[in-house]
């Protein structure tokens, strides 16, 4: 890992999803920052061109939907020269399609090679996501939209807080030093993390914990009411509840409500991941659970919350397996990532974050994160 990293590095988890492995993207260009005087020559093979293409691509399809989300039902009045994702979607397709094409062809081979020894269909052994769907369905639409769907719900979710827990970390010098002792103590400097072994380390959940409370992936979500209801009034003294017709659609930010001082005391806009530990949990959270909601709750949770805390656990412990500390390389940021001036005496982490968060289905930092990583002595 150190020597991938060399000459400075752009955390990207978004770009190695191993759960999938449908791109290699690993061949992809790793990429460096504007001022880096000397970047090493980049490939530019095939592969490491369209993948870098389907990511691009993938987000501008993104941007368009998120697009199609604020202005509401009259989306397609913006859009009458033309659907604004068919270009980025033509690029997804040329790299996903032959993807699922030979995946299905090379599960037919499979399917008649187990046959011709008198094993059913379906017992082909799953080992990605591509061979499980299959399990299920040959057809490539259902195939596409279901991996897709997947890459979004689990790659820009993830790839996001394991950006915000190194910035966290650069942040925090103090923080860093403890996560890694507990690294080192429950795993030590080179060990593979197990399942069970994650279990017990709680700081690290905790520092999972308070980046996903102050930077939500999700950080804006809306429901639409199916039936027409009423909601008691939030104000204590207003008896009168809430008239919520039928088809209505109602928004609600998990980043605004994580923050508020009523729910989670005067130190809420505090990156101090103690509170998920300290007597503050029974103060706060333990009476109203409902206030921390990066994965929402209900019948729609995210289907992979815990595939996520395990994910983004073992891939952190990797990193403080070989990098003892983390500062933040404000100048390798583009101007336009940075956050602006005026910002730096606005209250709350608006006045105290150094990058410029942005937001399309999920949440992200625009030209990615740059720090500086020290390598472990031990
Ligand atoms: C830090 C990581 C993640 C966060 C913060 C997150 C957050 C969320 C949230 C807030 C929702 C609900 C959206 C809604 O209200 O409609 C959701 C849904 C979902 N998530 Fe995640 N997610 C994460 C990782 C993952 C991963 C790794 C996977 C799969 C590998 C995944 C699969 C899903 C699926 C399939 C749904 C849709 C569930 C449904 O509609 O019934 N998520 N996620």
Redesign the pocket.
């Given at each position: 890992m150190p020597s991938r990293f060399k000459p400075g590095f752009n955390l990207d988890s978004g770009s190695q999803i191993p759960?999938l492995r449908i791109c290699p993207s690993l061949k992809a260009n790793i990429p460096y920052a504007h001022n880096v005087p000397f970047p090493p020559p980049q490939s530019s093979s095939a592969h490491a061109e369209s993948a870098n293409h389907f990511v691009k691509a993938f987000n501008d399809a993104m941007q368009v939907i998120a697009e199609r989300e604020y202005v509401g039902v009259i989306w397609p009045l913006w859009e009458m020269w033309g659907d604004k994702s068919r270009k980025p979607m033509e690029v997804v397709s040329r790299f996903l399609d032959p993807i699922i094409r030979a995946a299905i062809e090379k599960r037919r081979v499979a399917e008649r090679l187990v046959g011709e020894k008198g094993v059913g269909k379906g017992e082909v052994e799953a080992e990605t996501l591509l061979d499980e769907l299959l399990n299920s369905t040959s057809d490539p639409k259902i195939l596409k939209d279901e991996t897709l769907?997947?890459l979004l719900?689990?790659r820009d979710?993830?790839m996001h807080?394991l950006t915000m827990v190194v910035y966290f970390l650069s942040m925090y010098p103090d923080v860093c030093a403890r996560l890694r002792e507990e690294v080192l103590t429950h795993v030590g400097p080179t060990a593979r993390p197990t399942y069970e072994g994650i279990k017990d380390m709680k700081y690290l959940r905790a520092v999972i914990n308070e980046t996903?409370r102050l930077y939500?992936?999700?950080p804006f979500?809306v429901k639409e009411c199916i039936n027409t209801t009423t909601w008691p009034s939030p104000d204590p003294n207003d008896e009168r509840p809430i008239y919520i017709p039928g088809g209505a659609k109602v928004p609600w930010a998990s980043i605004l409500m994580h923050r508020r001082k009523d729910l989670w005391g005067p130190d809420a806009e505090e990156f101090s991941p103690d509170r998920f530990l300290d007597e503050r949990v029974k103060k706060y959270l333990l009476p109203n659970p409902f206030q921390f909601l990066?994965?929402?709750a209900g019948p729609?949770?995210?289907?992979?919350?815990q595939?996520?805390y395990n994910?983004?656990s073992f891939m952190l412990i990797r990193l403080l397996q070989s990098f003892e500390s983390f500062s933040i390389d404000e100048d390798a940021f583009m101007p336009d990532a940075r956050p602006p001036k005026e910002w730096a005496s606005a209250p709350g982490r608006k006045g105290i974050d150094k990058f410029r968060p942005r937001f399309h289905l999920t949440m992200y930092t625009s030209d990615g994160m740059w720090i500086k990583a020290k390598e472990a002595t031990y």
């Open positions: 759960h769907n997947i719900a689990g979710t993830t807080i996903l939500p992936s999700v979500n990066p994965f929402n729609r949770i995210c289907l992979g919350q595939f996520a994910e983004m």
